[in-house]
C-alpha cells in the first residue's frame, strides 16, 4: 500500500494564503512557473538544486479514514433527469450529446448544470486553479451545497501549492468533501518545496491524475479535455487553449459515475482534512474565509454568450429553462485507468502495461485506432507515439488508411521539452505518409475563425479523434509517454457518423485555417508549409515558424538530456 512504511505525518497548518503563484496548467513532469517559457527546463534546473540542498522524503499519513460513498442510485427524479427521459428517443438505450468546442459555452454548461443540481454533484480535475475561474467555480458549487445537494471534490494534489485555505474554506461548508490524489504531503505551499520535500518517492509524486469530469445528479455530465483555469475558457490575457468538451446525457452517465467512484474510493486519495489542520479554526471561521477568498474583482463575473455557438448550438441556459434539450443520441462507451496506476506497474496495478489492461483509455483508443478502415483525424497537443503509437500508424497505413494528425507546432507549445521528443518522429511519420499539421499563433490571431482569442495566443490542448467519419473519441490521454505510462485518464467513444461529421469541421478549422502543414523537403529535411491566401503561392519555411534563434537553441542544448519515457 502507499501509506505502509512511511514516516509519521503531521497534517499541514492551514495559514495565511501564500503568495498567489497560479502556476499554469502544463504537461505535468515538472510545471512550468508562472510566466515562463522555460517550462520543464527551469523546473528541472531548480529541483536539480533541490537536490543539492533539501533532500528528504515526507511520509503520507497512515491509517487515513475514508468514507466510502457512491454516486446516487437513480437521477430520474430530478428535474435533469425529467428532461433527459423527455428528450430521449425511446427504448433504444443510447446517450445524449453536445459538442463544446467553444470555451465560453463550455464552462456556462458546468455552471448552469451545477445550478440546476438537486442531489449530487461529483466532480474531478487534474487541476482547479486558484484564479477567477476556479474561485467562481467553486463558489456555484458551494451555492449548491448550500441548497442540499451533495458535492464531492476529487482534485490531484500537483497544482493545488498555496491553496489549501481556499480547499479547507470550501471543504467547512456542509455537504462538501474534498479529497486529493496522490498528495504531496509536506511543503504544500509552494510547487518547489513540494517536489523538495519529496524527492525520495519521485516514483509515486510524478503520477498524477489527469481525468476531467463534471457529473450532475447523474443523469448530465460534462468531460473532454479541459480543467478548471482561466487559460482553459478564455480568461487568460497572455494565451488560452483550443480544446473540446462535450455535455453527455443518458444511459452513459451512471457509466461515468462508477468511474469517478472508482477513484473517490481509492486508497490513493486523501480527504483534505488528513493533509491540512485547520490551525484551531472553527468551521464557521473557515466558512468566512472561503467567502473572503471568493468575492470581489478576483473572482469572474461571466460575459453574455452569443444567442448560438460554432455549431449552432443554443446556451444550454435557454434548453434547460425551455424544457427542451437538443442532443444527438448515440452508443457510447466510457473507459477510465485503475486509480492503482499510480503505482506503476506492480502486482496491486494488475502488473499489466496500460496498453494491455482492456479497461485503460490506451487500450481503447488503439484498438479503435487499429480496426480503422479508411480514415483517421486526430488532434493532440503532446506528439510522441513511441513504439505502439507507431506501430499503430504503420499497422494503418499498410492498409491504405489515410491518417491525419494536428498538434502543436513550437511556437505554439507550452512544453518545449515535449517537443523534443515530438520532432524525433517527425520524418518517420511524414514517410509513412501521415499528413502533419502544427498549429500556427500567427494564423491563429490572424483568421476570423478564431476571433473569439483576441490578441490572445491560440494552443492547441483538445485530445480527440475521428475514426471513418462516424466513431469519436474525447478524453483527456494525450498521444505520449506521460498519458500512456504514467497518468491516469478517461475518455469516451461516440458512435455517431453526426457527431463525428461536427468534430471533423471543427478539425479542419483549425487545420486549414491555423496550422502549417509539414513535408519532407528534397534533401530529406522537415518543411512547414503557410498556405496562401487566394491565387498566390504558398510559404515554404525551412526552420521551426514564429520561433527565435534562443527558443530552437535550448531545445538542441536539452535534447541529450530528457528521458523520452518521462515526457
Known amino acids: 500500500m502507499v501509506e505502509t512504511g512511511h514516516p509519521a505525518h503531521v497534517a499541514h497548518r492551514i495559514e495565511p494564503m501564500a503568495e498567489d503563484f497560479s502556476f499554469n496548467p502544463r504537461h505535468p513532469v515538472i510545471p512550468a512557473g508562472p510566466g515562463s517559457r522555460l517550462g520543464r527546463a527551469s523546473w528541472l534546473l531548480l529541483l536539480g538544486l533541490a537536490l543539492l540542498f533539501m533532500g528528504g522524503c515526507a511520509g503520507l499519513p497512515a491509517g487515513v479514514e475514508r468514507k466510502p460513498s457512491v454516486a446516487i442510485a437513480d437521477g430520474a427524479d430530478t428535474m435533469l433527469g425529467r428532461l433527459v427521459a423527455a428528450a430521449s428517443p425511446p427504448g433504444q438505450g443510447l446517450s445524449g450529446f453536445r459538442l463544446l468546442p467553444m470555451p465560453q459555452y463550455s464552462l456556462h454548461a458546468r455552471v448552469e448544470l451545477a445550478r440546476r443540481a438537486q442531489r449530487s454533484i461529483d466532480v474531478q480535475y487534474y487541476l482547479v486553479q486558484n484564479d477567477e475561474t476556479g474561485r467562481y467555480l467553486l463558489r456555484t458549487l458551494r451555492d449548491a451545497a448550500d441548497r442540499g445537494v451533495r458535492v464531492r471534490l476529487l482534485v490531484d494534489d500537483l497544482y493545488t501549492a498555496g491553496a489549501d485555505p481556499l480547499f479547507a474554506g470550501f ?17 504544500r505551499d509552494f510547487l518547489g518545496t513540494r517536489w523538495a520535500a519529496s524527492l525520495l518517492d519521485f516514483d509515486r509524486v510524478h ?7 463534471f457529473v450532475v445528479d447523474n443523469t448530465m455530465a460534462v468531460m473532454g479535455g479541459r480543467n478548471i483555469a482561466n487559460e482553459y475558457f478564455l480568461r487568460d490575457g497572455g494565451s488560452n487553449f483550443i480544446d ?3 455535455l453527455v446525457a443518458g444511459t452513459v452517465v451512471p457509466r461515468l459515475s462508477s468511474l469517478f467512484d472508482m477513484y473517490w474510493n481509492s486508497p490513493y486519495v486523501y480527504p483534505i482534512e488528513s493533509l491540512v489542520s485547520n490551525g484551531g479554526a472553527t468551521p464557521q471561521q473557515l466558512r468566512e474565509r472561503f467567502e473572503q477568498l471568493t468575492t470581489g474583482p478576483d473572482t469572474l463575473h461571466p460575459e453574455p454568450l452569443d444567442s448560438t455557438d460554432l455549431l449552432g448550438n443554443n446556451a444550454l441556459a ?5 424544457g427542451a434539450l437538443s442532443l444527438v443520441w448515440a ?9 492503482a496506476k499510480a503505482l506503476g506497474p506492480t502486482d496491486e496495478a494488475r502488473g499489466l502495461p496500460a496498453d494491455e489492461s482492456t479497461d485503460s483509455v490506451l487500450y481503447n483508443v488503439r484498438r479503435y485506432l487499429r480496426g480503422a478502415q479508411q480514415e483517421i483525424l486526430q488532434t493532440t497537443p503532446y506528439l510522441i507515439p513511441g513504439r505502439g503509437g507507431m506501430e499503430t500508424i504503420r499497422l494503418v497505413r499498410q492498409r491504405g488508411v489515410s491518417y491525419t494528425i494536428v498538434t502543436n507546432s513550437l511556437a505554439a507549445t507550452d512544453e518545449s521539452l515535449v517537443h523534443i521528443g515530438y520532432r524525433r518522429y517527425r520524418p518517420e511519420m511524414l514517410g509513412l505518409g ?13 483568421t476570423k475563425r478564431f476571433g473569439i482569442y483576441g ?32 497518468n491516469t485518464e478517461i475518455g469516451i467513444f461516440i458512435f455517431s457518423p453526426q457527431i463525428a461529421q461536427q468534430l471533423t469541421s471543427l478539425i479542419g478549422f483549425i487545420r486549414l485555417d491555423g496550422a502549417y502543414q509539414l513535408q519532407l523537403g528534397p534533401s530529406g529535411g522537415i518543411e512547414w508549409v503557410s498556405p496562401a491566401a487566394g491565387d498566390g503561392a504558398d ?21 541529450p538530456l530528457v528521458p523520452e519515457s518521462l515526457l
Open 331 to 339: 452508443r457510447a462507451e466510457a473507459y477510465a485507468d485503475a486509480p
Open 244 to 246: 473540446i468538451d462535450t
Open 171 to 187: 471543504a467547512a461548508h456542509p455537504n462538501v468533501e474534498v479529497r486529493f490524489f496522490n498528495p504531496f504531503p509536506a511543503g
Open 318 to 322: 435557454k434548453d434547460l429553462g425551455e
Open 434 to 446: 501521415v499528413e502533419l499539421y502544427e498549429l500556427s499563433p500567427k494564423r491563429v490571431e490572424q
Open 207 to 213: 503520477r498524477r491524475m489527469h481525468n476531467k469530469l
Open 539 to 559: 510559404t515554404i519555411l525551412h526552420v521551426e515558424p514564429e520561433t527565435d534563434f534562443w527558443s530552437r537553441w535550448k531545445l538542441e542544448f536539452f535534447a
Open 455 to 486: 490578441s490572445a495566443s491560440g494552443r492547441l490542448h483538445g485530445k480527440s479523434a475521428v475514426v471513418d467519419r462516424s466513431m469519436v473519441f474525447i478524453g483527456s490521454m494525450n498521444f505520449d509517454p506521460r498519458s500512456m505510462l504514467h
